[in-house]
């Protein structure tokens, strides 16, 4: 396609939020956040293996693709970017169509991952947690139906930056530990945050890596704020479900 139909049609398929540059043309030159999201990409790109020969990839929440597409790009044999917005999925098929990558996009929501019947070597899950009224359910979905091994995770945190060291147990009377700026937070948007109704949960810092590790991915590496490396391991309380799963090995009763 030259430049002149793929700028029409990415004027009929917009607004888009991923600027993209379509065979020398931007998807949103205007953009509020600059190139995004290009310039989270140069940190988080680091952190990702350059040849991804052999490995499958899922995209949880890819919006118009453009992280499906960087894995494509570096060699991954499978990639499959799920997004319930039908907007946002008809972007992503036309894009990868103009930068002629083979890349599966289906109408799915994080909610559905059990759907796909399959584990991927690497999980992107970037800027999806707090949209979500259960973002906790949506990290034990993905470690038990999705995640085989890497987890590349980001969420917007709002709150303290610092992480409280804390003690495994409290007593039922104490209560200053919750006081505590590096105590896990995540704070409830009832109504709206800049200007988005979907935006529900803004964690700090201290509740962001506590909610990976209670789901079962370890850190393993922070390429920038807001955004980390996991590794999945198995959990001590496989098998219990979603409803009152123990954090700890339960003791008799």
């Known amino acids: 396609m030259t430049a002149d139909p793929i700028r029409t049609r990415i004027h009929e398929l917009g607004p888009w939020f991923h600027n ?12 509020f956040l600059g190139d995004y999201p290009a310039v989270k990409w140069r940190h988080t790109e680091r952190a990702i293996p350059a040849d ?17 597409m960087q894995m494509k790009r570096r060699g991954a044999s499978r990639v499959v970017g799920i997004e319930p917005d039908p907007a946002y999925l008809a972007q992503a098929r036309f894009a990868a169509e103009v930068c002629k990558l083979e890349i599966e ?7 559905d ?9 690497i999980v992107l899950f970037m800027g999806v947690l707090y949209h979500l009224r259960h973002p906790l359910l949506a990290l034990d979905l993905i470690h038990t139906h999705a995640a085989s091994d890497m987890l590349v995770f980001q969420t917007m945190q709002r ?5 409280a060291p804390l003690a495994a ?17 995540l704070h409830f948007i009832e109504q709206r945050y800049a200007g988005d109704p979907t935006n529900w949960w803004a964690p700090n810092r201290a509740c962001t890596e506590a909610m990976l590790r209670s789901s079962g991915f370890d850190i393993v590496a922070q390429p920038e704020d807001e955004t980390y ?25």
Request: glycine share 10%; charged share 25%.
């Open 105 to 111: 996009f289906r109408d799915l929501s994080v909610y």
């Open 159 to 163: 709150g303290g930056n610092v992480v």
């Open 52 to 68: 991804l020969s052999g490995r499958t990839v899922l995209d949880i929440g890819c919006n118009a693709g453009y992280y499906a």
């Open 229 to 253: 490396l996991c590794r999945r391991r198995e959990r001590a309380d496989a098998g219990h479900g979603p409803v009152y799963p123990a954090s700890a090995e339960r003791k008799p009763a």
């Open 113 to 121: 991952v059990a759907a796909l019947g399959e584990h991927f070597d």
């Open 169 to 185: 147990d409290y007593d039922i009377s104490e209560t200053s530990a919750f006081d505590d700026p590096g105590y896990p937070k």
């Open 20 to 31: 993209m540059n379509l065979a020398g043309v931007w998807t949103a030159p205007e953009h």
